[in-house]
């Protein structure tokens, strides 16, 4: 959740710290499985319906994606845990060091933001700290979520992921599958996200801010 220092117009964000950046771009490229999307983190609430709802469109629509699904709580129909299980799709929870081993070896990593009006204050005041653990380890990410979602807005300021708004998970699965087909593209994309993650979201310049806040509070009064 994006926190800000001070009640002023002046107040700095603090941004929640992500895990450090451990991949240069390109750097993971011989360890990708190419065509494979993958996404981490909570399967709750609107998430496993979205994800339920986005495999089973690729897999009826044939776009050619492989899914890696990594979390625990999942929130989706019987069938489709079943169906996930089975075909190895939904791989539960891992530790940390073995997640980001994933996270590495995926064609593209996938972010979810709820379209529901019951999850709209949420989408609109929250930032995912998942989406700062993706740019660390160098791999383009996809944004399926609606315009308002702060981590929208940040993507399309450096283009640093694709983005779909579109709610119908038909158009999520086709823009998903041209971007997985385009090397170009996913290359531009890791190095402007590893310009935003320099700019903006590195943990040492999150770190300054904090102390900077906290000088400001503690200082005496002019």
């Not at 399926?144 to 779909?164: H, I, K, L, M, T």
Request: contains cysteine; hydrophobic residues 40%.
């Amino acid at each position: 959740m994006r926190k800000a220092l001070g009640p002023h117009r002046n107040a700095r964000v603090l941004f929640p710290k992500g895990g450090e950046r451990r991949t240069a771009p390109g750097e993971a490229s011989a360890k990708v499985e190419e065509g494979t999307v993958v996404f981490a983190g909570n399967l709750g609430n609107w998430y496993g319906p979205m994800l339920e709802s986005l495999v089973r469109e690729s897999a009826i629509s044939q776009k050619g994606l492989i899914f890696r699904i990594f979390g625990d709580l999942a929130k989706w129909s019987d069938e489709f845990d079943k169906f996930a299980r089975a075909g190895q799709i939904f791989r539960g929870h891992l530790p940390f060091e073995q997640l980001v081993a994933e996270l590495r070896k995926a064609d593209v990593l996938l972010l979810m933001m709820g379209f529901g009006k019951d999850c709209e204050m949420v989408e609109r005041t929250s930032f995912k700290t998942k989406f700062l653990d993706y740019l660390s380890v160098g791999r383009p990410v996809f944004i399926w979520g609606p315009a308002y979602c702060s981590a929208v807005g940040y993507a399309r300021e450096f283009d640093s992921a694709e983005v779909c708004t579109d709610k119908k998970p038909g158009t999520a699965a086709e823009v998903l599958r041209r971007l997985v087909g385009n090397m170009g593209r996913k290359q531009q994309l890791v190095e402007n996200a590893g310009r935003m993650y320099a700019d903006r979201f590195h943990p040492d310049r999150i770190h300054e801010v904090f102390l900077g806040g906290m000088r400001e509070l503690v200082a005496p009064a002019a």
